[in-house]
């Protein structure tokens, strides 16, 4: 999937994952494009001033910020930022467009590189230095349009985890303490790993609210010829989704790919024996792969002499395809193939008149039971909580916790106080939008005011 | 189609510009993955050791490359280059992915973005200090492979160019002192601006020989059991296409977009008269557009109230959409519609029983007759010159000369120090692989000695 590279924090997408990032690209593309969302490319480079115009966000992102200083042998002028995002970079120019209110709604989006030059545990895919992204900036006249666009997208990251990736996900809205730096609020689908009990941001979809507006002067004349100004998101999916995938689905063979992002859903491994018909073993996995290819799954056949059977099946079960095709002079005698599923070992004989049908129907099973089990395990460690002593002890057990909050930015500052340890602090992680009952008199669980709603907490890559 | 920027020699590119993009994209990508060539994507980051590590590449690029040296308020403890393109970022890894005979061919390919620190007249898309491209490197085990694929790539270059981009193009060989640092040989497709009179250089395909691989030791055993080094392919073209299609095809009234790449390929006007059935009309437009998207072109109406038909024509006319479509009521009574070619301004009333032909139709004839008309103005400005003096002449005119040379690198050198001026220096564009017959006894144009080909030279961007 990926190689180290010779810069820390930088790694190699190879094509192998690569093409998971193209899979979700493709479909996230085309549903935006659907929304009226226009692709663009703005700048690699920020300057000083623009970027240092919203002070909470260039708080947010000022330490890890890159600077360009030199070219070839000589001094620039000014050093140069390279974006981390590009609020900055963009909004100066919505200013320039969007004068009346058939200007709006201005949706804009790229798919580009960013850098954050992090210096806490660098991990690939997950905390990267460069990574590739979209990011979606849209203008409208309306809070209105704004909301309502905010959860459009956040369900289009929902599917993406859900459907493409077959992680389960919580829709809800990020803590003051933890939304997005010069926004209004934060809206997230949040994943949850298991082995390591820790939660993870899979995708954000932000409401500015007026506040960049306001710093970047982007007005426009309404209906009535009044000026006002306007109403802003911004949305952002990452090659951390594939981070994700693989920390959720992999086993102690490797890889686990699910077939609707999978660069390859189906291998043919033929299986000769002695004096068996060799080449028509070669054959029907060349046929097989054929057919399964005219119907549109991807399918290849491993036919390198120099390797075993037995290699090969270790080999693509660590790369993660979902289903292994095997041929060999029973299967040929029969007119059959034998299927074996990545997810769970199960062995299946399947009559080649059947093929394609049952190649689809085993593909469609397994991309079910990835999330399947997914959830299941996800919410075997759900944990609800409700004072203190519980919370810590859920917390030791690597739980994802749920527990009444008063909703106070200094009660949130204390629990990460409070926690703070060799594992790393807790957090909230979001307050999901399907709400639990919170009975009258519900306590919060950190500082005991009254509760105002349920989130959820843990640690977080 | 682009925004100038705040950091001098970069743009934004708009919507307008990139959907022609993707639309080139979306038919090189496919066909690069139909030659097993695979995406990737390696860091935008260098180490100074290896972006140094190929001597005449290194002198190519060093003085245009950008470099980070602080994050946040840190300076890093080296200096990071940032890729003006990515030999030395994957060679490294070619070296370690490549064992024996069964890793060839490695086939790879990165959609991204560059930077060149360019200081001389910097030029929306032909000449900016970060650029979109791609960059393909492949690596096979004999010069007869790498061979076959230069031309291979050279001929989607030509595609591209000549049936999307509707200009004519050259397909040639580079002079020693024009091809690619550090390479064996560069193939390029070449095209002209009659207008400026200058050449420019439309996409490479290169082979970069051994060089490279002797340097970052890119090794395999063949099937032999010897060790044997990798023979290497690097081939790019960048979103420079634009800038030379909005001058070939520009006109005094604005761009002029081949239907093949314009985002938009038909726009609906309504031309609602007085007491005329405007509901009718306006109904029309939107029924017209419906028909002609369901075909699969890429149809609008301009329905806006608060414009006049003629402001909206100038308008898309500036913007440069292929084919307009008027309705009146006059049109309306005979249930017909009034296109409006943007080329030639030739109008035909067409019935709305036989649109979606007509359109298709008189959309190939425009992309056809860009291509012819191009074709024309372009070879009319090539002059055939043999002495000296001719072509200084032919220079003075700003034509595109093709020229019997002695291919001698002195000899180009000799004919940069002589044509240096206000207007730029005259250098050789190409040697075009369709050769003109070279009598026996024919001069070089510049040195008097045995000429051995004919070249094109001129100014260039």
């Keep these: ?168 996900v919580t829709k809800g809205r990020k803590s003051e303490l933890e939304k997005f730096a010069g926004g209004l609020y934060t809206t997230s689908v949040e994943a949850f790993i298991p082995n390591t009990g820790r939660g993870i941001q899979g995708a954000t979809s932000h409401c500015l609210g007026q506040n960049f507006a306001k710093m970047f002067e982007i007005n426009f004349e309404n209906e009535k010829g009044e000026k006002s100004m306007v109403w802003q998101n911004s949305w952002a999916y990452s090659t951390r989704t594939i981070g994700v995938m693989v920390m959720v689905h992999g086993d102690n063979k490797g890889l686990v790919l699910p077939p609707k992002v999978s660069a390859l859903q189906v291998i043919v491994i033929p299986v000769p024996y002695k004096d068996a018909d060799t080449q028509g073993i070669f054959d029907a996995c060349a046929a097989t792969v054929v057919t399964l290819s005219d119907a549109g799954i991807r399918a290849e056949a491993d036919l390198r002499e120099n390797y075993s059977p037995g290699w090969k099946y270790s080999n693509w079960e660590m790369k993660g395809v979902p289903l292994r095709i095997e041929i060999g002079p029973r299967d040929l005698a029969n007119n059959q193939v034998r299927a074996v599923r990545r997810d769970n070992g199960e062995k299946t004989d399947i009559s080649r008149v059947f093929l394609v049908e049952q190649v689809k129907g085993m593909l469609d099973k397994i991309q079910q039971n990835l999330f399947d089990v997914a959830k299941q395990k996800r919410d075997a460690c759900i944990e609800v909580v409700k004072p203190w002593d519980e919370f810590v002890k859920a917390l030791g057990q690597k739980k994802l916790i749920l527990a009444p909050w008063c909703d106070e930015e200094e009660v949130e500052k204390d629990v990460k106080a409070r926690t703070r340890g060799e594992m790393g602090a807790a957090k909230s992680l979001c307050t999901p939008f399907e709400q639990p009952e919170l009975p009258d008199g519900t306590k919060c669980f950190a500082s005991g005011k009254p509760a105002k709603k349920w989130t959820y907490w843990g640690r977080s890559y």
């Excluded at 930022?81 to 909004?91: D, K, L």
Aim: charged fraction near 25%.
């Design 1 to 168: 999937m990926i190689e180290y590279y010779d810069i820390s924090g930088c790694y190699i997408l190879r094509p192998w994952a690569m093409s998971i990032w193209e899979n979700m690209q493709t479909f996230f593309d085309a549903e935006i494009k659907k929304m009226k969302v226009k692709n663009c490319y703005f700048p690699l480079f920020v300057s000083p001033g623009v970027l240092q115009k919203e002070k909470d966000h260039i708080e947010g992102f000022a330490p890890e910020v890159a600077w360009v200083t030199k070219s070839g042998e000589s001094d620039l002028e000014v050093p140069i930022a390279i974006r981390p995002t590009s609020e900055t970079v963009m909004y100066p120019y919505y200013s320039k467009w969007i004068r009346g209110h058939r200007d709006l709604p201005l949706k804009l989006n790229q798919w580009c590189n960013v850098v954050r030059w992090e210096f806490s545990n660098p991990t690939p895919f997950i905390r990267s230095r460069e990574f590739l992204w979209q990011e979606g900036h849209t203008a409208f006249a309306t809070k209105e349009e704004a909301d309502t666009e905010v959860l459009q997208i956040l369900e289009l990251y929902r599917h993406i985890y859900e459907e493409f990736l077959a992680i389960p």
